[in-house]
C-alpha cells in the first residue's frame, strides 16, 4: 500500500529557479526519506529527516516536514539542468513487531531546462 | 567503492524458466530489501532482510523467494516466471532499517 504521495506528479522549471515538490504520508513514521532518480537507473539517497525535526539542509536542498499534517517538502534551490530526474518520499511504519518497511510514493518528474 | 551490485543488469526469459537475480553489498549493512518498479505503480517491496536468516515478506511476494545465508548477499529468487513479472527490480541495503538505503543499478526483466 502507497504510504506516501508527492505533488505535483510532474513539474517542468527554468534554470536557476527553485523547485518545490510535496510529499503527504498517511501513518505515523520514525523518519522521512527523499530519493533521487535519473531515468531507468537505481534510486540515489539525499537526505533523511527524522519524527523529531522540521527542517533539514544539504547544499541546495531543504527538507521541511511538519508532522501534524504529515507532509513534508523538498525544495531545490537555484536548479540545473543536472537536476532533471523522479524525485521520491519514502516513509517507514512500524508493520508491527520490530519490523520496518520502506514505503516509496510514486514521484515528481521534475524536468529542469536550460 | 561502497555499493550494491546486481546482476544482470538485462535478462529476458521464458515462462517458467527459474531464475535468480544476484545482490551483493560490500557496506556490512544489516538490512537489505528488493523492490520492483512498474510504470504507474511506483516503487512495490517484495521482500526485505532485517538480519542473516531473517526474512519477510513485503507488499508483493507473491512468485518471488528469497534467502539470506551471508550478510552481504541477498539474491531474489523467481522460481517459476510469468509475464507479469516483467518488471524493474532494484536491491538496496542500509546499515539499520532506520538509515538511508543504497541502491544498486537495477535488473530489467523481461518474461516472454
Known amino acids: 500500500s502507497q504510504q506516501g504521495e508527492e505533488d505535483p506528479q510532474a513539474l517542468s522549471i527554468q534554470e536557476g529557479e527553485n523547485a518545490t515538490m510535496n510529499c503527504s504520508y498517511k501513518?505515523?513514521?520514525?523518519?522521512l526519506q527523499w530519493y533521487r532518480q535519473n531515468s531507468g537507473r537505481g534510486l540515489v539517497h539525499l537526505i533523511l529527516?527524522?519524527?523529531?525535526?522540521r527542517e533539514k539542509h544539504s547544499g541546495r536542498l531543504r527538507v521541511t516536514l511538519d508532522t501534524s499534517k504529515k507532509s513534508s517538502s523538498l525544495l531545490i534551490t537555484a536548479s540545473r539542468a543536472a537536476d532533471t530526474a523522479s524525485y521520491f518520499c519514502?516513509?517507514?511504519?512500524?508493520?508491527?513487531?520490530?519490523?520496518?518497511?520502506?514505503?516509496f510514493g510514486k514521484g515528481t518528474l521534475l524536468t529542469v531546462n536550460p | 567503492e561502497a555499493q550494491v551490485t546486481q546482476n544482470p543488469r538485462y535478462l529476458i526469459t521464458v515462462t517458467g524458466k527459474k531464475l535468480t537475480v544476484t545482490c551483493s553489498q560490500n557496506?556490512?549493512?544489516?538490512?537489505m530489501s528488493w523492490y520492483r518498479q512498474d510504470p504507474g505503480l511506483g516503487l512495490r517491496q517484495i521482500y526485505y532482510?532485517?538480519?542473516?536468516?531473517?526474512?519477510d515478506k513485503g507488499d508483493v511476494p507473491e512468485g518471488y523467494k528469497v534467502s539470506r545465508k551471508e550478510k552481504r548477499n541477498f539474491p531474489l529468487i523467481l522460481e517459476s516466471p510469468s509475464p507479469n513479472q516483467t518488471s524493474l527490480y532494484f536491491c538496496a541495503s542500509s546499515l539499520t532499517v532506520l538509515s538511508g538505503y543504497t541502491f544498486g543499478s537495477g535488473t530489467r526483466l523481461t518474461v516472454v
Open positions: 519514502a516513509t517507514d511504519k512500524n508493520s508491527g513487531g520490530s519490523n520496518y518497511k520502506l514505503t
Open positions: 501513518t505515523s513514521i520514525n523518519n
Open positions: 529527516i527524522r519524527s523529531n525535526e
Open positions: 532482510s532485517m538480519n542473516v536468516e531473517v526474512t
Open positions: 557496506m556490512n549493512h544489516e538490512y
